[in-house]
């Protein structure tokens, strides 16, 4: 059996879009997926994404990881999940879809350009170095210098591995202040390896980015290696947070046809 996808890019990640609206996708097939994911042996992407009817809804959006397994929320899939959507003529101009951690509104700036709400944020632990949150998914979040140069894989696995999260595993995003911005690279679970950019994690570094300046600012610049990205809230209380807003380019790649 065949049928088309289209790859879509979302500030440093990429992602395989599938139009499943006809349902008849292998949920399953767990090393199918992980094999269109290979960038040696596949299409190559940090995750897939199916889009399927929803009876009150724009979409419903599933996502992958690349290993194979369905995963929580990923920021830039959905701001890309959005942009696909709109092109096959699922939304308009904006957007409510159904992802893991919930119901999502989304805003098309323009076709290659998409603003995404996020879930509050309720609670968040802080520690004397760290702080944890969970953004649609689990982050684990330092504050750092050098970090250009920093082995991000190896600082990142260690944590992820450690004895806290080896079970569930966590992301990790190292933070390093730039002026009124902020520069953040991320290790990744499901894809086990430095990402080019997180969506849930700069979300997640700008909250606690926050946090560690006791200031009021609630609007961030966020560089990435993969681009650059807005993210903006309202603060609610000491630990929460509401009106999360994501912000940055998802532009379609190209399209073909897979075989299953």
């Keep these: 059996m065949e049928s088309g996808f289209s790859k879509y890019h979302g500030t440093g990640n990429d992602f395989i879009m599938i139009d ?15 094999h269109l994911c290979d960038r040696r042996l596949g299409i190559g992407a940090d995750g897939l994404i199916l889009l399927r009817n929803h009876h009150d809804l724009d979409f419903r959006m599933i996502y992958f990881n690349a290993d ?12 890309c999940a959005v942009a696909f959507a709109y092109k096959l003529g699922m939304c308009g101009v904006t957007a409510r879809f159904q992802a893991t951690d919930g119901v ?9 350009h998409i603003r995404l ?27 750092t210098s050098g ?4 082995d991000v894989y190896g600082s990142g696995r260690r944590i992820r591995y450690s004895e806290a999260y080896k079970e569930e595993g966590i992301n990790v995003n190292f933070i390093q202040q730039e002026a009124e ?8 679970r499901g894809v086990e390896n430095e990402t080019y950019s997180c969506g849930t994690g700069v979300v997640a570094s700008a909250i606690c980015a926050a946090l560690n300046d006791k200031t009021d600012k609630t609007a961030f610049r966020i560089r990435t290696l993969g681009g650059e990205l807005s993210v903006s809230f309202r603060r609610t209380g000491p630990d929460t947070f509401d009106d999360i807003i994501l912000e940055g380019p998802a532009t379609f790649v190209f399209s073909g046809t897979l075989s299953k």
């Design 68 to 79: 194979g397994r369905e995963g929580s929320l990923c920021g830039n899939g959905g701001r």
């Design 181 to 188: 911005n902020l520069f953040v690279r991320t290790y990744e």
């Design 104 to 112: 999502h509104d989304a805003e098309v700036v323009r076709p290659d």
């Design 117 to 143: 709400r996020m879930q509050p944020v309720s609670v968040v632990k802080r520690y004397e170095d760290h702080c944890i949150l969970d953004t649609g998914s689990p982050h684990f979040c330092t504050f």
């Design 147 to 150: 970090l250009e140069e920093m």
């Design 20 to 34: 499943d609206r006809n349902e008849s996708f292998p949920l399953d097939k767990h090393l199918f997926v992980s």
